[in-house]
């Protein structure tokens, strides 16, 4: 038998947005004002990459977009990481 508690999950909540004129739906945990700073986000780096590029087609900016996202994210991970190390050392010390 399982003894652990399990932790409440968060409300989901639906967020409509418009990214790029496309309107979607969006289930998640977060924040409205997370939600609307991420839309709002998206859309900026989408004008960009369409200034920047502006034959690139939708599909091909929102994989361009993606695949910066994710080396962001993978970027913040190295560097939580280095810096959780770095604090574990310290207090080995």
Excluded at 41 to 60: F, G, H, I, R, Y
């Amino acid at each position: 038998m399982d003894n652990t508690k399990k932790k409440p999950q968060p409300a989901r909540r639906r967020f409509k947005a418009v990214i790029d004129g496309q309107s979607y739906t969006i289930v998640g945990n977060q924040t409205e004002a997370h939600m609307r700073a991420v839309t709002e986000l998206m859309n900026q780096q989408l004008a960009q990459l369409k200034k920047l590029a502006p034959d690139m087609s939708k599909e091909e900016a929102s994989i361009l977009l993606a695949f910066n996202a994710i080396s962001d994210q993978l970027e913040k991970t190295e560097a939580y990481d280095q810096l959780k190390k770095q604090d574990q050392d310290d207090e080995a010390k």
